[in-house]
C-alpha cells in the first residue's frame, strides 16, 4: 500500500514569511497527526485530527500556526509569519483509529530552515 | 498521555553485536510501541507491545514489558549498520492519548 506522502521535502523561507505543508494519509486512515522535530529532540505532536474534526492542539502555536483536514483525507499545516525556531522537520503521520493498538504510519516530513 | 524516557541516550557498538536500550515510563498503559527513525527512512513503527504481553519477538527484535516496574527494553540481536538510528519509545493510554515521544536512544552500529 502507498505510505503516508508529504510536500514538499525541503523548504527554506526568511522570517515573517508564510509556508505550507500538505500531508496524504495512507487511505482509509481517520487518524491524523502533525508533529514538529527539532533536531536532537524527539518528534512533538502539534495537531491530531480524527476525520476533519480536531482531537488535540494543545501544542500547537495558534497565534502563528493553523492546520486543516478539509473532507477528512488530506492536510495542509500553515505556518504564518515563520520565526527562526519554527526551523525543524514537520512530520505527518496517519493511523487506522487513534484509540486502541494502532501504530502511526509516518511521512518522509518537510525540513524547514528559517533564515 | 505520557512520556517515555529512553536509556541510554547514545550507545555505540560493534557489528554482530547485541543492543539493548531501555525505556521507562510513569503511568499505567495500554500497550507501548518503540518506533526508529534513521535519515534514509524516515520515522518507522517497529513493534507494538500490548500491556497483558511480557514478551515479543520481531526478527532480530526483542522486547519486553514489565509493567510492575513501568519498563521496556528492546533487544535487537546480531546488529547491523544499518541498524544505526535513533530508537523512540511510546507508552500508550486507552482512549484519545497521544503518542509523546522522549529524545531516543542514538545507536551507532560500526561495520
Known amino acids: 500500500e502507498a505510505g503516508v506522502a508529504q510536500s514538499p521535502r525541503y523548504k527554506i523561507i526568511e522570517k515573517r514569511q508564510s509556508v505550507a505543508f500538505w500531508c496524504n494519509p495512507i487511505?482509509?486512515?481517520?487518524?491524523l497527526y502533525w508533529y514538529q522535530q527539532i533536531l536532537g529532540q524527539g518528534p512533538k505532536l502539534l495537531i491530531q485530527?480524527?476525520?476533519?474534526?480536531?482531537?488535540?492542539d494543545s501544542q500547537l502555536p495558534k497565534d502563528r500556526f493553523s492546520a486543516e483536514r478539509l473532507k477528512g483525507v488530506d492536510s495542509t499545516l500553515k505556518i504564518q509569519p515563520a520565526k527562526l525556531e519554527d526551523s525543524a522537520v514537520y512530520l505527518c503521520?496517519?493511523?487506522?483509529?487513534?484509540?486502541?493498538?494502532?501504530?502511526?504510519?509516518f511521512g518522509p516530513g518537510t525540513r524547514l530552515t528559517v533564515t | 498521555s505520557q512520556q517515555g524516557e529512553e536509556d541510554p541516550q547514545a550507545l555505540s557498538i560493534q557489528e554482530g553485536e547485541n543492543a539493548t536500550m531501555n525505556c521507562s515510563y510513569k503511568?499505567?498503559?495500554?500497550?507501548l510501541q518503540w518506533y526508529r527513525q534513521n535519515s534514509g527512512r524516515g520515522l518507522v513503527h517497529l513493534i507494538l507491545?500490548?500491556?497483558?504481553?511480557r514478551e515479543k519477538h520481531s526478527g532480530r527484535l526483542r522486547v519486553t514489558l514489565d509493567t510492575s516496574k513501568k519498563s521496556s527494553s528492546l533487544l535487537i540481536t546480531a546488529s547491523r549498520a544499518a541498524d544505526t538510528a535513533s530508537y523512540f519509545c511510546?507508552?500508550?493510554?486507552?482512549?484519545?492519548?497521544?503518542?509523546?515521544f522522549g529524545t531516543g536512544t542514538r545507536l551507532l552500529v560500526s561495520p
Open positions: 487511505s482509509g486512515h481517520a487518524t
Open positions: 511510546a507508552p500508550k493510554n486507552t482512549g484519545f492519548q497521544k503518542l509523546v
Open positions: 503521520a496517519s493511523s487506522q483509529m487513534d484509540r486502541g493498538p494502532y501504530e502511526q504510519y
Open positions: 485530527f480524527q476525520n476533519n474534526g480536531v482531537v488535540d
Open positions: 503511568t499505567s498503559i495500554n500497550n
Open positions: 507491545i500490548r500491556s497483558n504481553e
